[in-house]
């Protein structure tokens, strides 16, 4: 779809509900019905930030898409008729939110319009019939619910759970890269290329799913592969986004229901050639306490400039407290560091730096 300069439409979400008192940013609010707090189902936006929306659907002036695994529908002055990715910038959060769009498809993978028609209508099956991963390990874990169950399926639930993240003070790197490849994204490709998906988290809820619909009907089992089923489907859209986006990884990692880390996103970029950096890479984390970003530039010594966000006093408190720990780990592993500090201002990254592929998903 080609965007003009006068003809480049503004996607209107919903008016702030009222009530509710004006701030700097605004929610995207969920149209599907879900029985989480509304709290959970809200992302919060700040005027100029830069998002990448998956567009399922277009209907006249109404368009549905995708935005961190949540479906949203929106009004458009101007009818759409493109759907998959669009970069768009928030424009304004008052009285409504105002998203511009960009640019169309901004990481374009080369995939067929075959693909795309599949990729299309496998969103438009999943993402009505999905949940958290957090969420759903939240539930299995509990006792009302794995207490009813045949020992065999306790047995299996169990073992998944006892592979799941535990998140401490002496988790390291290669800790946290074994969890993320076996987090069930990389399942299909590890097939193709014959590699055993032993730990394999997608792997183990599919046979205990499969399990589960074996098993004698009642009410513990079936709600046990009804919530296996949506965890899978919330693999599977991670999966396809990722696809279709694989500059950025945007994961749901295998957490214990009792971590305090529900979401990590990378974002790895080469700088530009005149640059005196090498790399820069935007970590950021979805914490219970608010969101915590960890911008790191490497220059071409080697050296490592660190900066850390977080999004309210609490968060900033922790990093400030934890800056000389995080200086001493540095030294410990042998990298040299020039700036170790406290962020004011949410870090973004550098305008020219060109996105690096980090994984390769074949599904």
Do not use: C
Not at 143 to 153: E, I, N, V
Not at 155 to 180: C, F, H, M, V, Y
Request: proline share 7%; net charge neutral; hydrophobic share 35%.
């Amino acid at each position: 779809m080609a965007i003009t300069p006068t003809s480049t439409p503004n996607i209107n979400a919903p008016k702030t509900t009222p009530g509710t008192s004006p701030t700097s940013s605004s929610g995207l609010n969920q149209t599907t019905t879900s029985s989480a707090p509304a709290a959970a189902n809200t992302i919060r936006l700040t005027q100029g930030q830069i998002l990448t929306i998956f567009v399922t659907q277009n209907s006249q002036n109404q368009t549905t898409f995708s935005y961190e695994g949540k479906t949203f529908k929106a009004n458009t002055p101007l009818p759409m008729t493109e759907t998959g990715n669009l970069q768009v910038q928030v424009k304004a959060t008052q009285p409504s939110l105002q998203l511009e769009i960009l640019s169309s498809k901004p990481n374009s993978t080369s995939l067929s319009p075959q693909a795309q028609v599949l990729i299309q209508n496998a969103l438009k099956a999943l993402l009505p019939n999905q949940i958290s991963l957090p969420q759903a390990f939240q539930i299995l874990s509990q006792p009302s619910l794995l207490q009813l169950l045949p020992p065999s399926l306790q047995n299996q639930l169990q073992t998944i759970l006892n592979q799941l993240l535990r998140p401490n003070a002496n988790l390291k790197g290669e800790t946290l890269k074994d969890s993320l490849q076996n987090s069930g994204l990389f399942l299909e490709n590890n097939l193709k290329n014959k590699v055993p998906p032993t730990q394999d988290l997608k792997a183990k809820l599919l046979q205990l799913q499969e399990a589960a619909n074996n098993a004698p009907l009642s009410e513990s089992t079936s709600k046990l592969a009804t919530l296996l089923g949506k965890a899978i489907n919330k693999i599977t859209i991670q999966q396809i986004q990722l696809l279709e986006n694989p500059q950025t990884i945007y994961a749901e990692p295998p957490l214990h229901p009792d971590s305090k880390i529900k979401a990590i996103e990378i974002d790895v970029r080469k700088s530009p050639p005149e640059s005196s950096l090498n790399f820069e890479v935007l970590l950021t984390l979805q914490l219970e306490e608010g969101e915590m970003i960890t911008k790191l530039l490497l220059d071409k010594d080697e050296t490592v400039s660190t900066f850390i966000w977080g999004e309210n006093q609490y968060l900033e408190t922790q990093i400030e407290e934890n800056l000389s720990n995080l200086k001493q780990s540095f030294q410990d592993a042998g990298i040299k560091t020039s700036v170790i500090t406290l962020a004011k201002a949410k870090p973004i990254t550098t305008k020219n730096a060109t996105k690096i592929a980090l994984i390769d998903i074949h599904i």
